[in-house]
Structures are given as structure tokens and as C-alpha cells.
Nanobody, 122 residues
Framework: VQLQASGGGLVQAGGSLRLSCASS????????MGWFRQAPGKAREFVAA????????YVADSVKGRFTIFRDNDKRTAYLQMNSLKPEDTAVYYC????????????????WGQGTLVTVSS
């Protein structure tokens, strides 16, 4: 499975962005997907995850109520809708995929995209 994250950019505080994670591979729509982020000088942090069929979703407390994860398996793409962005959301955002695991542990995901930079100005 190959993953391509996109949609990052510069946005003012309070604004919105939608990140996309396009997957390739014959069975990629069967993979659970996760979003993580890493700010400069900080450890990688869990943001959200979704099961392969969209039936289960998990969102970190730090973004709950502001970020939503969803997917379109026909397009083999997972999305992270980010609203009410704050400067502390500034980070490189990565998408990840795993056939068996859906959750917050980065080490459990087998496949990773290259990351997309989100910068939120105050």
C-alpha cells in the first residue's frame, strides 16, 4: 500500500483545511487509516483513526470537536477535516495504514505517507 497525503498549507487561526490521504494498491480500501502529526521538536502525536469500513472512528482529545476523520473507499481516500484551527495545530501531518489495527499507537501502523505541512498563523 502506498499513501499520498495532501491538502496542507498556511491558514489563519480559526480557519479550516481538509487533508486527503490517497491510497494505492488492490486492497487498500480494506486498510484502517490513521492521521498523526509532528510539530518541530516534538514527538509524533496521534490525531485520528478510522476503520476500513468507516464504522469506527477515534479522535484525540486535543482535537475533538474540531477535527473529523472520514473516508471514501470508492476513491480510496481518507480525509481529515480540520476546523477552528489553532496555532498549536501547526505540524507536519502524516497518514498511516494498517490491515489489522485501528488506534492511536503509531508503531502499530505498517504504512506511512510522506506528510503534509499545516501552518496556522495567529
Amino acid at each position: 500500500v502506498q499513501l499520498q497525503a495532501s491538502g496542507g498549507g498556511l491558514v489563519q487561526a480559526g480557519g479550516s483545511l481538509r487533508l486527503s490521504c490517497a491510497s494505492s494498491g488492490r486492497t487498500s480500501s480494506l486498510y484502517n487509516m490513521g492521521w498523526f502529526r509532528q510539530a518541530p521538536g516534538k514527538a509524533r502525536e496521534f490525531v485520528a483513526a478510522i476503520s476500513w469500513n468507516g464504522g469506527s472512528t477515534y479522535v484525540a482529545d486535543s482535537v475533538k470537536g474540531r477535527f473529523t476523520i472520514f473516508r471514501d473507499n470508492d476513491k480510496r481516500t481518507a480525509y481529515l477535516q480540520m476546523n477552528s484551527l489553532k496555532p498549536e495545530d501547526t505540524a507536519v501531518y502524516y497518514c498511516a495504514a494498517d490491515r489489522r489495527y485501528t488506534g492511536s499507537s503509531a508503531t502499530e501502523y505498517d504504512y506511512w505517507g510522506q506528510g503534509t505541512l499545516v501552518t496556522v498563523s495567529s
